[in-house]
């Protein structure tokens, strides 16, 4: 993806390059190895970005998009340092900062905007579903598989989704752990809308630039308006992660995480590429 204005901060170890577009429009870049997956480090530079558009005084809008054109941010890395993980110091909120990234960054003064070319699972819906608007490409999918492999899902999408999308659809994402193509996830409005691929990049920078020129005290007032009648409150986000902490890794669904990666879980190829049907009865 090309930069067309400001300076670019990355180095080889940064997830997230910032592009400072101008004082009141970021674009953030997201990359992390074959399939763009979720792990300790993106928790931890996550928590330090989120600081920084915190502490921003002009920034008014934030895209996030992904170097990986199939994948956004594909799920968490189910071979990560799990005690690493465990082991994180509580934020100043009181949460383990997985779960404080999902509660802050909605709260951010900024509008964040998704832009999704590729697919979106579980952390990485968790992501999206705590940026304020989602714009997808056709080829776009997203989905919670936690389910399917044992867990309940750590990043509190029962509580975005079920004011999203309802209650119903809501289990029917969650419990089903399925696949859900750009499509229909804007049909049940898991996202906002679908945008042609070639003109996505154009549709979203568009409407970021729009908003970015508005006053960011407006911007930001009727922001904090919204989020005070949809947001949940951070005893949710406790309450979910403990409950993945509780039910992840345990043996009787080691079979079915190994098929998955036998299958080619964690690769570009595989069953990465059509996961919901690689967790049905068929496996």
């Known amino acids: 993806m090309t930069s067309r204005e400001g300076p670019e901060h990355m180095s080889a170890a940064e997830q997230f390059a910032v592009q400072e577009v101008t004082p009141s429009y970021w674009r953030v870049t997201f990359s992390n190895g074959a399939i763009n ?12 970005l989120i600081t920084r558009i915190e502490r921003a005084p002009d920034l008014t809008v934030v895209v996030f998009r992904s170097a990986h054109e199939d994948f956004f941010m594909a ?5 990560s340092d799990t ?4 082991s994180m110091s509580p934020a100043a909120s009181g949460l383990h900062p997985y779960a404080d990234n999902m509660y802050r960054l909605a709260r951010v003064p900024a509008l964040t905007v998704s832009e999704i070319a590729g697919r979106a699972r579980g ?3 968790e992501f999206v579903l705590a940026t304020d608007v989602r714009f997808a490409g056709p080829r776009a999918v997203l989905g919670h598989f936690e ?11 029962a509580g975005r989704l079920a004011r999203l999308l309802g209650r119903g659809r809501a289990l029917e994402v969650l419990l089903g752990a399925d696949d859900f193509p750009a499509d229909l996830a804007a049909a049940y409005g898991y996202v906002n809308r679908v945008v042609p691929e070639d003109r996505l990049e154009d549709v979203v920078d568009a409407f970021a630039r729009r908003v970015a020129g508005f006053d960011k005290v407006a911007v ?12 949940p409150p951070v005893e949710e986000f406790a309450a979910a992660l403990a409950a993945f902490f509780r039910t992840s890794g ?3 669904n080691s079979a079915r995480v190994k098929r998955l ?9 595989g069953a990465e590429r059509d996961l919901g049907r690689h967790l049905g009865p068929s496996t």
């Open 37 to 48: 997956l979720v792990d300790p480090d993106t928790v931890e530079q996550l928590a330090e």
């Open 75 to 79: 799920h968490w890395d189910m071979l």
């Open 83 to 86: 005690a690493r993980v465990a």
């Open 123 to 125: 952390a990485g819906s």
């Open 147 to 157: 389910v399917g492999v044992g867990s309940v899902p750590g990043g509190n999408p």
């Open 220 to 231: 930001s007032g009727t922001k904090a308006l919204v989020d005070a009648v949809t947001e």
């Open 250 to 252: 345990r043996p009787e």
């Open 261 to 269: 990666f036998d299958a080619g879980l964690q690769q570009p190829d």
